[in-house]
């Protein structure tokens, strides 16, 4: 049962919505100003270690949200296939969605890659580059080089119905 985050331009906010079922397709309205068909956020999800809520996530990329929806359906389809088991595949997957969605990888995330393709084990890259991942940031920004300076967006707390 996914959670599925939205983006309102107008609010500059990002909405939380529960699936009983896995939907790629549907676009809630804005459950604060009502503007029709938000747009799909990709939720990022790490291992982080001594930070606290308060610190500010910015420089994230502007994504272009076609490619990144066709890159979430891909992910999604191989996801199925993946192997848990195998850090290979993990990072083949992760390189896969960054090429499908226009990011580059910092120097550290192209590292940890380069150590999990190579079959190391994650715990040990995760020990040893950890300190490096949480300085860092993950993505550099679009192949077209151009990072957002706008402050990020709010995030409403509420888990709304899809």
């Known amino acids: 049962m996914p959670i599925y985050e939205f983006y309102c331009p107008q609010c500059h906010t990002i909405y939380s919505f529960f699936s009983v079922r896995v939907n790629t397709e549907k676009k809630p309205d804005c459950p604060q100003c009502n503007r029709p068909e938000l747009s799909r956020q990709v939720s990022l999800f790490s291992i982080s270690k001594g930070l606290t809520e308060d610190e500010d996530n910015s420089g994230l990329p502007d994504l272009d949200e076609s490619k990144m929806e066709q890159a979430m359906r891909m992910m999604e389809q191989e996801a199925d296939r993946l ?12 390189k896969k969605l960054c090429d499908s969605a ?29 300190d490096v991942l949480e300085n860092e940031d993950p993505f550099l920004g679009s192949k077209k080089g151009s990072l957002s300076r706008r402050k990020p967006p709010a995030r409403d707390e509420t888990i709304y119905d899809l």
């Open 83 to 94: 192997d848990e088991d195998d850090p290979r595949q993990a990072a083949q997957l992760m």
């Open 102 to 130: 226009g990011l580059n990888m910092g120097p550290g995330m192209e590292e940890a890659m380069r150590r999990l393709e190579a079959g190391e084990d994650p715990e040990q890259v995760e020990a040893e580059l950890g």
